[in-house]
């Protein structure tokens, strides 16, 4: 059996590992058990219903949260010469085209998001392999493929993330920080919930919502009491 360290063993200590608790109170829960050093980053894990092999199943969205992530986002904007000022004026950490194209081939991938326009999507294709297994390729479906370049970085900049169920049929994000308050945390777990809520496929049979966590940096992690939450 695995040996629990004194911090883990502490923090287990301080909740009930076998109740359910709001979202506040899971957020209070977490602001006291998280013994990093650094300001921790907090993660939802909602388990769905559904079967992500099946296309018409497969659950993926974008949403706002209203109090951000609380993380700095560098974003790279590839884009033709004519909307550069806009994507830099928006605040863009990287704006260009070619130039990053080459040496995103030669494995840079120092950055959080990219944003391009669907004329210079052609160009992209080659970049899958690189792009696609750290989840850096634009889509139309998250916002990140747009004419309006200079809207989409100052929204993803404010907290606006993407997510998508990966194949156990979980959705998995970073929602906030340790250091946020409690009801800022919670507001923020709501906006993904309600918006996972609104997002049920129609071929969904049973139960949608399974099971709701929140968690910190090597934290354990805290149940959702679902009858808490407005539309579960």
């Not at 634009?138 to 809207?151: A, F, H, I």
């Not at 998508?164 to 959705?171: A, E, F, L, Q």
């Not at 994000?173 to 709501?190: H, T």
Request: net charge positive.
């Amino acid at each position: 059996m695995a040996r629990i360290s004194k911090k883990r063993k502490e923090a287990l200590s301080k909740f009930d590992a076998t109740k359910s608790y709001s979202l506040v109170e899971a957020a209070e829960i977490l602001k006291q058990i998280s013994y990093t050093k650094f300001d921790s980053s907090i993660d939802i894990d909602v388990r769905l219903g559904v079967d992500p092999r099946k296309a018409d199943q497969m659950v993926r969205g974008v949403v706002a949260l209203p109090h951000g992530t609380g993380k700095t986002v560098r974003v790279l904007v590839l884009c033709s010469p004519d909307k550069e000022e806009e994507a830099k004026a928006a605040g863009a950490d990287y704006v260009g085209l070619d130039e990053y194209i080459s040496k995103i081939e030669k494995g840079w991938t120092d950055i959080d998001v990219i944003i391009t326009m669907p004329t210079v999507m052609a160009k992209l294709g080659r970049l899958g392999k690189v792009l696609g297994p750290r989840g850096l390729m634009p889509n139309p479906k998250s916002g990140t493929v747009t004419l309006e370049v200079g809207k989409a970085v100052q929204e993803v900049k404010a907290g606006k993330i993407d997510f998508k169920v990966d194949k156990t049929g979980i959705i998995h994000a970073g929602i906030a920080k340790v250091s946020f308050d409690a009801k800022k945390i919670a507001e923020n777990a709501n906006e993904i919930i309600q918006t996972l809520v609104k997002l049920k496929p129609s071929s969904a049979k049973g139960t949608y919502v399974k099971g709701i966590a929140l968690s910190s940096t090597m934290s354990p992690g805290i149940q959702i009491d679902k009858s808490t939450i407005i539309g579960l």
